[in-house]
Each structure stands twice: as structure tokens, then as C-alpha cells.
């Protein structure tokens, strides 16, 4: 009763006659009114702005910044895009030239990039939601927004989904893509690229149709257990097998192989372990040129074309060493290994040298029984359940089709069809880069194997999946960067079956095809001269003698040097240059003298090539003294004029010469001729 | 029935202690058991690094006595900007003194200073200051150009790729980290010797020009890259106004 008094008493006290219930209507009305325009007047973003009103005040250039600013929501729209960024409301400074000292956020100039703000807003790099005009909601992930900010160490990403082919300035998408084809990612996964290719594997696993005429079963099997305790820059995953289904497996391998004709040899001399011999055979080959050893320091000395050597000889089968010294194409056709022309002895000595690269440890605890039938066959299904043969060709087992998920638009998967581990930031580059790192962990039975990437690997191949996403695959075509489509240029002919032979394309590239460790030959008929060419293929000797990866000598026959040489000269010619534009001898001694003042004065071009041997020393560029012998004439004055043009990406810089001083210089150039060729001769 | 229920209360005692066990493991309860006078780098400073990125090398700082001997098991923490990642970011100094921790930096380009800290016997804290570099787009693109075109020569270190032309130039060219020098030199001076080489600001002839093969971009991105390194750091002269 009291409290229905009291209630009464309020209620009568506020609206007891008309008068006081209108003013207290008019009140409650005004509060309400009130209500918008403070949210507004006390925004974040309003809060921001003040901040950045009052920063602006204190700087040198004040007057400047304040008659740049623009209160109020601001907004980039783009229409084609569907884009609606409010973030420059608060992110005021932007564009704002003088404000790249700031240290705070969200004052801050927006850093040198290739592209405006206008252009393409901000969402397209940055992702999160534009427009948001709170913080929480811009940068996170939310109830009503699943796509957070992307952190600054993924932002490549973004330009990885126009630019589909190799871009300037964005070093880890190059590498998270090279990192994606190297070690297989594609051979399981599809990836549908926007323009309708696949993406392509850059590795070459092996077959394993033949392996026991190649290998042991005690090898495969130590090899399955754990591939980095072989070679520790092996591209094979681990796959965790148990003893057990490594034995099976390993059982299986081998009583699945079949024998190849002339894949294993048998030479008249036993294989001579002469580490001299070997090693400086090894050396003359160039094999380091592609293959890596570990020295004594642990340190990996060659390329990575071709596997490790370290421990080659727990490996191989010495017969089957020889063989593939003799003549790799015939166990593995399609192989990146040269065909060296090797004799006996030299295939002796250096399987000799490759056969006592043993570690005792490797294969010192493998010992297998006989296998069984019912772990053979077991061998075989465990090979089908990991899908070994997605990667490698292995007899009477299908490739799988669809392995494993389809990764084309990995990078804009939503959070909810995601299982994060426990403790993980529930964002979708975590769960990535948490997938590549330890893929097992995400379940039981999983199949994806163990990788040993580097905490930088695996940053870069999160980089490039992210850059796979929907929205790369709805930009409008004009925005679409496609990549350079892969070049099947293949030579024609006798020639083109010993380029082949001889892997040339392992190494030099010729139309766009081929690797990048050597010169790009495509113009190679208008640079060289024939004698010298020939000379070369006979004996090559290097032209920048502190290089590490050379050409080796392939001790081709003359009939083959030939074949090579009368092809490179007639097919491998620039429309742009006649060979015969410029004589090779009988400038006028003026001319030439004037060369010799421009190239060691107006120029400087012995910083980086070496003339005179006793005092040059520039290392950088090919040896010229013996360039008159080398090369054309009008090859060496295109050259001068514009380097670019004949070979794009070298770093000659373009001196923008003069007609009067390439001549010169190229009448000295042409003089400086090979002077052991008479003596030679003699001999 | 009756029967479910102590096994319903088994499961739950034991789900608690596996909860309370999990918590109970100490994160970082690593207790100094020796302390040092002296933190001194052993390796790790000044790397260069794209952001948001981690550093290339650990960073490796160590705990030094009074005769400047490795002490074991002193405590060290790290601390930095925020944004700064240090795995792990605190720990005990191993038998020779030494910490180690991978670093990665924060997403604005720029220096980032982080500090390693240490407590002496009497309990006072032992600060080492370390500078770490994070490039920007331009400033990396710069350095892939610095890498391509300059490095050859103003590099002075050799790799087994790359053998270092410094040691042949009689006129020796200046590493890119020399701020004494390269801090004078204003942002067109930079330009010129760049596009046309070195006679252009009277300098070695040996320094060919570049202006007609790096576009005008690339040149920009290339001194972006030198300021970014130079040691000591380059320091803007700011906008001058014109005074009536």
C-alpha cells in the first residue's frame, strides 16, 4: 500500500495536472532528440579527428594539414570495384606527403606503393570492412564481419590477386609461389588459377615403376621414415608412417618394380675409389652446378636442380650409377641431368668418387625380413591411402584425381567451415600458415604429410594462398594481370633432340623456355662467332671466372659440335641485328686507340670487365680479352647501344652512347683477340 | 542407475583435474638462478627485414660477470614496440651466457628499437638497446634493385654467389649503411649520381649512370632503400618555408 502511494505520489508529482505533464513530455522529447546528435558529436571517429586536429597544430607545416582537412565521414567509392572505404575518416594523414615521420597510427602517411588511394580504396589490399566507421568493427573480426585487417606481413597477398604473374617488389608471393610448385603443393591440391590454367609443379618426382633396379629396399625404407635424415634438402614431406607401414610400403616398391632395359651396366673396370680423380672429375663436370654436397663444415656447397649428394652412395646401386652416369635419359627420359658423354674410365672414377659419399648411421638399425604377401599387399593400399601417386608414376596404380582439397579460393574461405586448435587466433592466415606448419595436428587420420618448412617458408606460402581468393577471381578483366604463359618452345630436328640430350634447357633459356642459371640464347646465332662457339662446346672455359656454377664439358664428338653449332648460328638469330653489318678485323688504328680513351676513361668500363689481365680487375662482367674472338661486331655495337633490348633483365647499365663512340669502342673491342690460337695451332 | 552416477562423478573429477592440471603448467616460470653485470649483443642488431616480418637471424644477446664471462641461467626479457613478437620473449641465459630469441617487427616501416633487459645480483635492471630495420614496399623494391645493380661494388662482404667488386675500385664506393656520408647528400644529389653516374657530382668515373636503364621510380625506390639502412639513420630536413 505504501509503495502504491508512493508510485501514486510520482506519478501525480510529474503528471498531476496537464501543465506539469506537458513539461515533463517536452523534456523526455528534447532528450531524445538530443540522443543522435551526441552519439555523433562523441564517435570514435570524431575523437580521432580531434587527435589529429590537435597533432596537426603542433607541426611545422600546420597550416598546410588544417587546409587539407576534411571533417566529417569521408569515403572512397568505386563502383566497378564494390568498394566503399570510410577509413581515411580517421586514417586522416594519408595522403598527406610531410606526415611519413609519424610514428602513431592512424595518422600516418600510407607508405610508396604503386598504385593511389582512389584508385582501389582500401579493403581490396588491407581487407576488414570499409565501411565500418568504428574501430572494432573496420579491424576485426565480428559478429556481422568475418574478414579482419590483414596483418602487415601477409599484405602481398593482396597484390598476388591481380597480378598473377611475377611483380616487381613483392619478394615473398614470388617465393611463396616458387615455394608451391618446388615442393609439390599442386601435384594433391588443384589450384584453379582466374584465368583457367592449374597451377603448375616445378619439381619432377622420380618414377618409381623401376626403383628396385635403382635402389635397396632398406634405402626406401629409411627414406619413408624420414627423407631429411637422407638429405636434408630433400622436397619429399615426411609422412610419420609407422615402422610397419614403412616395411610394407618398402615391400611393396620393390615387388612392384619392373626391370628397364639398359638401366643398370656393367663395365670392364671395377669402379675405382680414387677421391682425387673423383673429385676433380667432379669438379671438371661442374656437377656442383646443380647438385649440392655437405662439407665438412655442414655447410651445402652446389645447386639445388638436382638432390643432394651427400650420402648418395647408401642410395644407389653401383651398377645402376653407371648406367645413369653413361646415360641418364634411359632410366629417366624426361630427366634435367645432362647426358655427358663419358668413357668408361671416366664412369668408373666417378661412381667411384659418388659411391664412397656414405654416412655409416643412415641404414645402420634397417633390417627388413623377406616381405610377405599380405604386407606386400597391404604395402599397396597404404600406397593408395597417402596417394603416393599423385607425385610419382609408380606401376599399375592410377593417379588420384582429386587428392586432396582444391585450393583456388583457400584464401577467402570462410572462418566458420574452419577447426581451429585450441588456443589458436581464430583469423584465416592462422589457420593457414597453422596448416602448413603441422598439418597433422588438426585431426586424427589426417593424410597431409609433415613438411620441414622455415617459419619464413611458411609466412610466404600463407602470402601466396591468401592471395587465392574470390575476389581474384571476380575482378573485372581489366584488372586481371596474367602471367606470362609458360613457353613449350622446343628446337626441331637432329640439333633439337642433342639439345635435349644434353639438357640444355636445364640451364640456359632459348624463346622463353627453359631455366635461368645460364645466358638466355635465343640470340645467340648474331652474338658469337662460329670458330669460338665451336671451341666452346669442345672445351668450355668460363667467361667470369669467380662464377661457381659453370658449363660443363659434355665431350661432345666433332659431328655433334657441328650439328650445334651450324644450328645455333642459322636459327638463333636477332631480325634486329645482320652479322655481317660490321667487318671483324681492319678498323683504323685511330678508331681503335679512341675505343681504348673512351673504355678506360669517358666510360670506366674496367670497374666491371678486365681487358688487360695485369691491370684490370673488374669482376663483374665477362672476361673481354679475348672478346674479338668471341663475338660479332655488330653484336658487341647493338650491345653498346642499348643491352636491354638484346637481353632483358641484364645488368649492363644502357649508357645511351653515342653512334661515334660505339663504333670506337667497338673497333677496340673487336682487336682484343684470342692470342693462344696460333700457338695452339703450332702444337 | 545408481551406478552411473559415481562413474558420471569419476569423469568429471578427472575432466577438472586434467582442466586444473593444464593450468597449473607454468608458462614462463623460469627463476634466474645466475645474475650478471654486464648485457652485451652478441649477434642480431641492425637486420633488415620486410614488415610485419621476422628478422632473417635470431637475436642473441649475453649476460656477462665482472670479467666479462658468460654467466648461466640469468633471466633475460625483451621488450619492444607494440606489435614487436619475441619467441620467446623472456628466458634463462644458456652455459655460455647466451640468450636467443626470434624477432619479428611491426607492420609500419621504419626502426624499431627493442630492448633486452637483465637483473643484476643487487637488483638493479641491466638495459641493452638494439635497432632492427623493417622496409616498406618501396624501400624493399629498392632493396631487389640494390641487390641486382649496386650491391656488386658498394657492398664491401662477398657471398658464394657474389663475389664483392669493392676490393678491385681504386675510388673506393660507399656501403649503402654509411650515414656520415650518405646523410649529406640530399635526395637530388642521390638522383644525379645515380642517372648520370659519378663524374656528374665529380665523383669516380667508375660509377656508371643508370638513368637510361632504371626508370625514375626504381631510382626513388633505390634511395628510399639507402636512407632506410643508413647508419647513423637518416633524419628528414623537414619542409622549408619561405620567409617573407
New interface residues.
Given amino acids: 500500500m505504501a509503495g502504491n502511494g508512493k508510485s501514486g505520489s510520482l506519478w501525480q508529482r510529474l503528471f498531476g495536472d496537464s501543465v506539469r505533464a506537458f513539461g515533463v513530455v517536452s523534456v523526455l522529447f528534447l532528450i531524445s532528440l538530443a540522443i543522435a546528435p551526441a552519439k555523433n558529436h562523441f564517435s570514435e571517429w570524431r575523437h580521432y579527428q580531434n587527435q589529429y586536429l590537435k597533432m596537426a597544430r603542433g607541426r ?2 600546420a597550416i598546410t594539414l588544417q587546409r587539407h582537412f576534411q571533417g566529417d565521414i569521408q569515403q572512397i567509392w568505386v563502383p566497378d570495384l564494390a568498394v566503399v572505404d570510410r577509413c581515411t575518416t580517421c586514417h586522416v594523414g594519408l595522403k598527406e606527403a ?1 606526415l ?2 609519424v ?1 602513431r ?1 592512424p595518422f ?1 602517411k600510407h ?4 598504385h593511389t588511394l582512389d584508385q582501389y580504396g582500401c579493403v581490396i589490399c588491407h581487407r576488414g570492412q570499409g565501411a565500418a566507421t568504428t574501430v572494432e568493427e573496420a579491424h576485426s573480426s565480428t559478429l556481422a564481419w568475418e574478414q579482419p585487417i590483414l ?5 602481398e597477398s593482396s597484390c598476388g590477386q591481380c597480378h598473377q604473374g611475377e611483380v ?2 613483392t ?2 608471393l614470388s617465393e611463396g609461389r616458387r615455394l608451391i610448385g618446388r615442393y609439390g603443393c599442386v601435384h594433391c591440391h588443384t589450384v584453379k588459377l582466374p584465368d583457367g590454367t592449374t597451377l603448375k609443379g616445378t619439381d619432377d618426382p622420380p618414377s618409381l615403376s623401376h626403383i628396385a633396379d635403382k635402389t635397396t629396399r632398406e634405402w626406401i625404407y629409411a627414406w619413408l621414415k624420414n627423407p631429411q635424415a637422407y638429405a636434408t634438402t630433400a622436397t619429399m614431406p615426411n609422412f610419420k608412417l609407422r615402422d610397419d607401414d614403412a616395411r610394407d610400403i618398402s615391400a611393396f616398391l620393390i615387388a612392384n618394380s619392373t626391370p628397364r632395359d639398359g638401366d643398370t651396366l656393367t663395365l670392364s673396370q671395377k669402379a675405382a675409389a680414387d677421391p682425387t680423380a673423383g673429385a676433380s672429375l667432379y669438379g671438371e663436370s661442374f656437377c656442383a652446378s646443380c647438385h649440392a654436397v655437405q662439407n665438412a663444415a655442414g655447410n651445402l ?1 652446389g645447386g639445388d636442380v638436382g638432390p643432394e649428394l651427400t650420402r648418395v652412395g647408401n642410395k644407389v646401386k653401383p651398377k645402376w650409377l653407371q648406367a645413369w652416369l653413361r646415360n641418364p635419359r634411359i632410366y629417366d627420359p624426361g630427366t634435367a641431368m645432362p647426358h655427358y658423354r663419358f668413357n668408361d674410365q671416366q664412369v668408373a672414377t666417378l661412381s667411384g668418387f659418388l659411391l664412397a659419399k656414405t654416412d655409416s648411421d643412415l641404414l645402420a638399425n634397417v633390417h627388413l625380413d623377406p616381405a610377405t604377401p599380405e604386407q606386400i599387399a597391404h604395402g599397396k593400399r597404404l600406397v593408395a591411402d597417402y596417394g603416393c601417386a599423385s607425385c610419382h608414376e609408380i606401376g599399375g596404380i592410377k593417379k588420384p584425381e582429386n587428392f586432396a582439397p582444391e585450393l583456388g579460393r583457400i584464401g577467402s574461405k570462410p572462418i566458420n567451415q574452419l577447426i581451429f586448435l585450441p588456443g589458436m587466433p581464430h583469423t584465416l592466415p592462422d589457420y593457414i600458415a597453422g596448416k602448413v606448419r603441422n598439418p597433422r595436428a588438426f585431426a586424427a587420420g589426417l593424410k597431409m604429410p609433415q613438411y620441414s618448412f622455415t ?2 617458408q611458411i ?1 610466404a606460402i600463407t602470402t601466396t594462398l591468401l592471395s587465392l581468393n574470390e575476389r581474384s577471381h571476380t575482378l573485372p578483366p581489366s584488372l586481371m594481370m596474367a602471367a606470362t604463359p609458360q613457353s613449350s618452345y622446343e628446337p626441331a630436328g637432329k640439333a633439337g633432340q642433342l639439345m635435349h640430350d644434353l639438357a640444355c634447357f636445364s640451364c640456359h633459356r632459348i624463346n622463353g623456355h627453359g631455366g635461368d642459371m645460364a645466358p638466355d640464347l635465343t640470340w645467340e646465332g648474331s652474338s658469337v662467332q662460329r670458330k669460338w662457339l665451336q671451341d666452346f662446346l669442345k672445351n668450355p672455359n668460363t667467361l667470369r671466372p ?1 662464377l ?1 656454377r659453370r658449363m660443363p664439358k659434355f665431350n661432345l664428338s666433332d659431328g655433334e659440335i657441328n650439328e650445334l653449332t651450324d644450328y645455333i648460328m642459322t636459327v638463333y638469330q636477332s631480325p634486329a641485328i645482320d652479322r655481317d653489318s660490321l667487318p671483324l678485323a681492319g678498323y683504323p688504328q685511330v678508331q681503335v686507340e679512341q675505343g681504348r680513351q673512351l673504355f678506360y ?4 668500363c ?3 670487365h678486365i681487358i688487360d689481365t695485369k691491370a684490370d ?4 662482367g665477362p672476361t673481354l680479352t679475348q672478346v674479338g674472338s668471341r663475338l660479332t661486331a655488330a653484336w658487341i655495337y647493338s650491345w653498346l647501344k642499348n643491352p ?1 633490348t638484346l637481353r632483358s633483365g641484364t ?1 649492363e ?4 652512347m653515342s653512334d661515334e663512340d660505339a663504333r670506337a669502342l667497338t673497333a677496340f673491342l673487336i682487336t682484343q683477340k684470342e692470342s693462344g690460337t696460333q700457338e695452339a695451332k703450332k702444337r | 542407475m545408481i551406478l552411473r552416477w559415481p562413474a558420471v562423478g569419476m569423469v568429471l573429477s578427472v575432466m577438472l583435474c586434467a582442466g586444473c592440471a593444464r593450468r597449473a603448467e607454468p608458462p614462463s616460470a623460469s627463476k634466474a638462478t645466475g645474475f650478471g653485470s654486464a648485457l652485451v649483443e652478441s649477434s642480431g642488431g641492425k637486420q633488415i627485414t620486410a614488415v610485419g616480418m621476422a628478422l632473417p637471424q635470431p637475436v642473441v644477446v649475453q649476460v656477462n660477470d665482472d670479467q666479462s664471462n658468460g654467466v648461466q641461467g640469468a633471466l633475460v626479457e625483451f621488450s619492444g614496440a607494440a606489435g614487436v613478437a619475441f619467441d620467446p620473449v623472456s628466458g634463462l641465459t644458456d652455459s655460455s651466457g647466451q640468450f636467443t630469441t626470434s624477432v619479428s617487427l611491426d607492420g609500419m616501416a621504419g626502426r624499431y628499437q627493442i630492448v633486452a633487459s637483465t637483473v643484476s645480483e643487487a637488483g638493479k635492471k641491466i638495459d641493452l638497446k638494439l635497432e632492427e630495420i623493417a622496409l616498406g614496399y618501396q624501400e624493399g623494391l629498392g632493396r631487389q634493385l640494390n641487390e641486382k645493380f649496386c650491391e656488386r661494388c658498394h657492398n664491401p662482404e662477398s657471398t658464394p654467389e657474389r663475389v664483392s667488386n669493392y676490393d678491385n675500385l681504386e675510388v673506393k664506393p660507399h656501403p649503402f649503411s654509411e650515414g656520415d656520408t650518405l646523410n649529406k647528400m640530399s635526395d637530388a644529389d642521390l638522383i644525379a649520381i645515380i642517372t648520370h653516374g659519378g663524374p656528374a657530382l665529380n665523383k669516380s668515373p667508375l660509377m656508371p649512370p643508370y638513368g637510361y636503364t632504371l626508370s625514375k621510380t626504381e631510382i626513388q625506390a633505390l634511395i628510399a632503400y639507402i636512407r632506410a639502412v643508413s647508419d647513423p639513420p637518416y633524419k628528414t630536413p623537414g619542409l622549408v618555408y619561405a620567409k617573407n
Avoid: F, L, W
Fill in positions: 611545422g607545416e610531410s611519413a615521420d610514428g597510427q600516418r607508405p610508396v606503393i604503386p596483418p602487415a606481413k601477409y599484405i616487381a617488389g619478394p615473398q656447397v617459419t619464413v609466412d669467380v661457381i676513361s669517358k666510360y670506366g674496367q670497374s666491371c680487375k673488374g669482376y663483374i636491354q645488368i647499365p644502357n649508357r645511351n
